[in-house]
């Protein structure tokens, strides 16, 4: 084993050592405020160097979600560092999730007209490694002054088709923006796993995105068939083109089926085997995380591969931010710790 991918794997693995368990998960299910929350992460969890400036009586929910939310970026990039030059090119795709995250927050503040609050949250530290200068996106009040922000980069081309003019900011097409960024970015990100990786690697990786990209995809067939009443040449406009798990024709028959009920009998028939408790709104998100989380913590421990241990890092520090945000908003809305600790994935 090289002696980067010997330094990734060991340090992802003792990073992740230091992630919240069960008893923190315990702890944080009692408390009844964020500050409280704050505070328990401050004290007694991975997060006290993240959140060692906060003053837990006046954190307010936003503040502590964007905190925690840089935190996982922070870690990514002290991984980054380490990766072996040849593989860079694929450890690259993480800082452009974050950079299209940048451009999505960006436009959702363009339209809002809440521009200026964009800029505090904005991942700073982060800029030497970005394909544009997030300084500049401080600047942006048009969709235009996006546009010249991402010129050189292929962000500009998938942007483009959306452009507004100038002072109809409140009329982007936000969705379609989402959608063709996040084409874009997995079609780069199988591109290079297969131009760059062989073997075991390149197997191992294909499955894990192929997963990721499909469990979307699901996801979207689902809510599109439970709440809105929208051809199939919509569905399929919404979904990222992969093969997975699933054949093609699997996945048309789910984009076809008539309504959510028959879609469900699809998917307890298909590999996934996933059947819904019985239930009137079913959190879809929190099966596909769960699916994630076990493919991924598989992997974390028992890939000798860098990039796949790290991938899989990736996909569990997201869960455990989710987590956090979960209890913080049962929290918000009084919701009871046995309803909070069902939506948790540990």
């Known amino acids: 084993m090289a002696v980067a ?7 992802v693995r003792s990073m992740y050592g230091e992630h919240l368990n069960e008893r923190d998960y315990s702890e944080l299910l009692r408390k009844r405020s964020v500050g409280e929350i704050a505070g328990y992460l401050k004290q007694e969890t991975h997060y006290r160097e ?3 400036n906060v003053r837990e009586n006046n954190v307010h929910r936003g503040q502590l979600e964007d905190i925690l939310r840089k935190d ?3 870690e990514l990039v002290r991984l980054y560092r380490y990766a072996d030059s040849k593989d860079e090119a694929y450890y690259h795709l993480f800082i452009e999730e974050v950079e299209i995250d940048v451009i999505l927050h960006i436009l959702r503040m363009l339209i809002s007209g809440r521009i200026q609050d964009a800029i505090a949250e904005l991942p700073v530290f982060m800029r030497e490694y970005f394909s544009y200068d997030l300084m500049k996106m401080g600047t942006v009040r048009s969709y235009d002054d996006l546009l010249d922000v991402v010129e050189k980069t292929y962000y500009h081309k998938v942007l483009l088709p959306f452009r507004v003019n100038k002072g109809r900011e409140d009329n982007i097409d936000y969705a379609g923006c989402e959608a063709a960024l996040i084409r874009a970015y997995y079609d780069r990100l199988i591109r290079e796993v297969q131009r760059s990786m062989s073997g075991v690697l390149r197997k191992d990786l294909l499955e894990m995105h192929t997963l990721h990209i499909e469990l979307n995809n699901l996801a979207k067939i689902y809510r599109f068939k439970r709440y809105y009443n929208v051809s199939q040449e919509v569905v399929m406009e919404s979904l990222v083109p992969v093969e997975g ?6 996945i048309m028959e789910m984009v076809n089926a008539a309504d ?7 998917l307890a028939q298909s590999r996934y085997h996933l059947r819904f ?5 079913i959190d879809i998100e929190w099966y596909m995380d769960n699916i994630r989380y076990q493919n991924a913590r598989r992997k974390l421990y028992y890939s000798q591969k860098a990039p796949v241990v790290f991938s899989a890092y990736a996909v569990l520090q997201k869960n455990e931010l989710t987590n956090i945000i979960r209890i913080i908003e049962g929290v918000r809305y009084q919701v009871d710790s046995d309803t909070i600790a069902s939506m948790l994935i540990y």
Request: aromatic content about 6%.
């Open 50 to 52: 993240a959140l060692r």
């Open 277 to 281: 408790e019985e239930e009137d709104n």
């Open 260 to 266: 959510d009920q028959t879609f469900q009998k699809l």
């Open 72 to 74: 996982l970026f922070r």
């Open 245 to 250: 798990r699933l054949r093609k024709s699997t």
């Open 5 to 11: 991918a010997g330094a990734i794997i060991s340090k």
